[in-house]
């Protein structure tokens, strides 16, 4: 099917949709959330040693934090959480829209955290076996307390992330936030997101990097393949 047209109701590929609409007119307002939110968690994230959240039990690290690794933890928590609230914000005057209808797609919207949860959950039992592959595939049998903290933190977030993709998807779609047909543009900038998220919140190493996005891609895949394909 071509997938180059942008044919939600109400709107056509040559206008913006109701959510990119929505995004830049209230741009300041989503920056000024984002930036309030990220500050107030951030500091009260710092008041913790989150390098030590990973349990030496489960995860075979060298316990001996870099300087300042607490602090960036601190921050990486903060702009999610940031970003979280400016999404929670943006849906709220996304379904303002006279061209959405929420409702439509309440059913798809509330399997989304409990896909989250799941994925999640497998993603922390799982996370041991997962850290030996790295630590095999990176030649590094010692990994530190910093690498191990952001894993811990993170990656069942990427893992939950992706499995509420695709029906995070479904309910844009059925609201009329999103068309059924995603262009380049849109599934470039879901793969922008996709980057910068395990750019940001991975160890700078190759191996996890492909291991917070790939999990990604797929509920992107999984999704636009649903959707489009059906």
């Known amino acids: 099917m071509p997938s180059e047209y942008y044919t939600a109701d109400g709107f056509d590929g040559t206008a913006d949709g109701p959510l990119w609409a929505s995004a830049r007119r209230h741009l300041r307002a989503l920056l000024a959330v984002f930036l309030l939110v990220s500050a107030v968690v951030t500091a009260l994230a710092a008041a913790f040693d989150l390098t030590a959240v990973a349990p030496s039990s489960v995860l075979p690290v060298d316990l001996s934090p870099r300087p300042q690794s607490g602090f960036r933890l601190a921050v990486e928590v903060g702009t999610l959480a940031g970003a979280f609230a400016a999404a929670?914000?943006?849906?709220?005057?996304?379904?303002?829209?006279?061209?959405?209808?929420?409702?439509?797609?309440?059913?798809?919207?509330?399997?989304?955290?409990?896909?989250?949860?799941?994925?999640?959950?497998?993603?922390?039992?799982?996370?041991?076996?997962?850290?030996?592959?790295?630590?095999?595939?990176?030649?590094?049998?010692?990994?530190?307390?910093?690498?191990?903290?952001?894993?811990?933190?993170?990656?069942?977030?990427?893992?939950?992330?992706?499995?509420?993709?695709?029906?995070?998807?479904?309910?844009?779609?059925?609201?009329?936030?999103?068309?059924?047909?995603?262009?380049?543009?849109?599934?470039?900038?879901?793969?922008?997101?996709?980057?910068?998220?395990?750019?940001?919140?991975?160890?700078?190493?190759?191996?996890?990097?492909?291991?917070f996005a790939a999990p990604l891609f797929a509920g992107l895949a999984a999704g636009v393949a649903w959707l489009e394909f059906r």
Request: aromatic share 10%; charged share 10%; glycine share 8%.
């Open 88 to 211: 929670i914000v943006l849906v709220g005057a996304v379904g303002r829209d006279a061209r959405v209808s929420l409702s439509r797609g309440r059913r798809q919207a509330a399997v989304a955290p409990v896909a989250f949860a799941v994925a999640a959950v497998c993603g922390r039992v799982a996370l041991p076996h997962v850290v030996g592959a790295v630590a095999s595939a990176s030649g590094r049998p010692v990994l530190d307390a910093y690498w191990a903290a952001e894993v811990w933190l993170f990656f069942p977030v990427a893992l939950g992330a992706a499995a509420a993709t695709p029906f995070l998807l479904a309910a844009a779609v059925r609201a009329g936030v999103v068309g059924r047909y995603t262009s380049t543009r849109q599934r470039g900038y879901a793969a922008l997101a996709f980057v910068a998220f395990a750019a940001c919140y991975s160890p700078p190493d190759g191996a996890t990097f492909v291991l």
